[in-house]
């Protein structure tokens, strides 16, 4: 008989050890203390062995014991496995932390954030010198965007060195950062090699720039401003060395023959265009189709705006088509720098073009480009410009083909423009010419197709049975004349979420609607409960709003914005809320139809001591209109939302310039 001794812990904690005796031939396991260990068992009272019974309970005490263990023994067999992989993982990212090839992606990245462009090189020349970590893509890619942004003499710090649209910052004609394509010229040769063989040894000459650079931080400190936003000004001598060792950092990384990608030959582009070398900055993205790499918007920025600055109207067109056919669509600070070169250049049809991609892009202008719209309006040239004579039955098919607002037919009529700042009555007129504006139509094929993209696009963010359940919700009972948003509502001017508001808003545009039925009301469910919510005031408002089937309380984890926007597009009814819409979610969801579904459908809503006030959309369209007789009305951009306070501007000629015919005539050229 073999004896084995496991540990047994009961409820008190004493250990206590239990003999295991094995019978081989039957293999028949049973467990009962030592006499010595329980001095009231049945063997140390009268030497006799226990009854049946008592064996039936020590091999069900056995069973239970053994099962216990096991998984005593197995739980801590998993915790020492789990402690020994923890243990090794943490050594191995400790380890990984502190090999040479992190320290140095963390210092790259350091000099990034600190917007750093001399101390990023330093770091460069050391670690060629050294020869003990290889460059990869990271750190040339930091390197060149740090050269290409202190070319320009201005760093923003960035996290890893992709830098931001070269346009946003740089179009501007009064910024500060601007290098003047005649300044620059001749100062810098990437064939001269005053910072040759890929290392900068002149400790002293180092020194020196980083000294200048201090000197004029220092000068900024009398009149501060924010490095976030506006970047670190940096000095001559530094704008001059980061352009050349840019260029030769470059082409190391060609010589590496490390892989290429869009960030990098974005920033070779920038650092051309700091030369003026718009034809260089060109080639670098006909460089990124030969890497098979996809140009973003950013990408054609350096090259575009270079040939805008220089002049060649030509050139930079070919740039706007090349972007066009890769699928890339120029925004408001590409189009701003079209128009510029096509005023300058007295290029009328040029001028027609880009107002039209204008309208259909942008929609409302900024201030900047309002001026350069009123600069070509007042020129002579404009004046001597368009058909003389023309069909009004095609242009008025022209406009109905388009939709309305616009016929892209040409300039219409000739003679000196008359341009004035305007306001649009609640009826759509212009209060300066009298001309009634248009609602340019929704097409019903449109809006059907845009509601099965969006809950596309819900579901597959959203968990899908929630929002199929939210479907076959409004299909029973829909329609609705309108939805509002109620957590917008009801936290509207406060953090404390106010139901009261909402019932306002609830009944306020009702009557506005001279509906009978309640507007969809859509609330996430964590705001139905609660302390708050629960006061009986409260608690009589929601229950009004279930009885009437006109509150639905989307679940835990749900993005509400998806259903209020569903639910209005689907219905082809009003939404309220203040909610601008313009968070990643409705970027998802694109610029072209879903700006002039927004437009027709927002209503904006303020509070007064009488109670809510609404704003509701525009009597016409807002966006740059054409009319029939070639007059244009063009709506600027403004901080507020209301459109009855928004500037347009009317633009008219004499009539003595319009001679519109109902016959055709030749299509005379602009």
Not at 444 to 459: P, R, V, W, Y
Not at 656 to 669: E, I, L, P, R, Y
């Amino acid at each position: 008989m073999a004896t084995f001794l496991f540990p047994f812990y009961p409820f008190h904690h004493s250990p206590l050890s239990f003999p295991l005796s094995l019978n081989v031939k039957t293999h028949h396991y049973a467990l009962s203390p030592h006499s010595s260990s329980i001095p009231n068992s049945p063997t140390s009272q009268n030497g006799h062995q226990p009854s049946p019974s008592t064996n039936t309970i020590n091999f069900k005490q056995t069973t239970q014991t053994t099962t216990v263990t096991k998984k005593f023994l197995k739980t801590e067999r998993l915790k020492e496995n789990n402690e020994y992989v923890v243990e090794k993982k943490n050594k191995s990212n400790k380890m990984r932390k502190d090999s040479p090839e992190m320290r140095l992606r963390v210092a790259f990245d350091m000099c990034s954030k600190k917007g750093d462009a001399i101390g990023a090189l330093s770091l460069y020349d050391s670690t060629k010198k050294e020869g003990v970590v290889k460059l990869g893509q990271h750190h040339y890619t930091v390197l060149l965007y740090l050269c290409s942004s202190a070319a320009f003499g201005v760093v923003k710090p960035a996290k890893s060195g992709t830098g931001a649209r070269t346009l946003n910052a740089l179009v501007s004609p009064c910024s500060e950062v601007l290098l003047n394509n005649e300044e620059q010229s001749g100062t810098v040769d990437r064939n001269n090699t005053s910072f040759s063989n890929g290392t900068f040894d002149n400790a002293e000459e180092l020194n020196s720039l980083s000294n200048s650079n201090e000197k004029l931080q220092k000068r900024e400190e009398a009149n501060p401003f924010d490095q976030e936003e506006n970047g670190t000004l940096l000095s001559e001598d530094v704008k001059k060395y980061a352009l050349q060792r840019g260029f030769e950092v470059y082409e190391n990384m060609c010589l590496d023959k490390v892989q290429m990608n869009e960030a990098a030959l974005t920033s070779v582009a920038r650092m051309a265009m700091s030369m003026g070398d718009g034809d260089m900055a060109f080639e670098m993205v006909m460089q990124m189709k030969n890497w098979g790499i996809s140009p973003r918007l950013r990408s054609y920025g350096p090259a575009l705006w270079t040939f805008c600055n220089n002049g060649e109207i030509d050139k930079a067109f070919e740039v706007e088509k090349h972007m066009l056919e890769n699928g890339v669509y120029p925004e408001e600070p590409e189009l701003e720098a079209l128009l510029r070169v096509s005023i300058g250049a007295s290029k009328g049809d040029k001028v027609y073009y880009v107002l039209h991609k204008l309208r259909s892009c942008v929609r409302k202008v900024s201030l900047s480009i309002a001026y350069l719209i009123i600069d070509w309006f007042k020129c002579k040239h404009a004046s001597r410009i368009g058909k003389r004579k023309w069909d009004k039955r095609l242009m008025k098919e022209a406009m109905e083909n388009n939709g309305g607002g616009w016929h892209g037919q040409g300039w219409l009529g000739r003679g000196k423009w008359e341009i004035s700042h305007t306001t649009i009555g609640n009826s759509g007129v212009c209060n300066c010419c009298g001309v009634q504006l248009t609602t340019i139509d929704l097409d019903l094929i449109e809006t059907e197709n845009f509601a099965k993209s969006l809950a596309s696009f819900a579901i597959m963010r959203e968990k899908k049975s929630n929002f199929e359940k939210f479907q076959k919700w409004l299909d029973t009972y829909g329609p609705f004349d309108a939805v509002v948003d109620a957590a917008n509502v009801g936290l509207f001017g406060q953090r404390v979420f106010n139901p009261s508001k909402i019932n306002d808003v609830v009944n306020g545009i009702s009557k506005k609607l001279h509906s009978k039925k309640f507007p969809l009301i859509i609330l996430h469910n964590k705001r139905i409960k609660g302390e708050k919510v629960d006061q009986p005031i409260n608690r009589a408002l929601i229950d009004r709003w279930n009885n009437a089937d006109a509150l639905y309380a989307t679940p835990t984890g749900s993005n509400d914005d998806w259903y209020w926007l569903y639910a209005a597009i689907k219905f082809k009814c009003l939404i309220v809320t203040n909610d601008e819409m313009r968070d990643h979610l409705f970027q998802l969801l694109g610029n072209d139809f879903f700006p002039k579904w927004k437009e027709r459908h927002q209503v904006h809503f303020s509070f007064t001591d009488t109670g809510p006030e609404f704003h509701m959309p525009p009597p016409c369209s807002v966006v740059t209109q054409e009319s029939e007789e070639g007059h244009w009305h063009i709506p600027i951009e403004s901080e507020h939302n209301y459109e009855s306070e928004r500037t347009w501007l009317c633009v008219t000629r004499g009539k003595a310039g319009m001679v519109g015919q109902d016959f055709s005539t030749s299509q005379g050229k602009c």
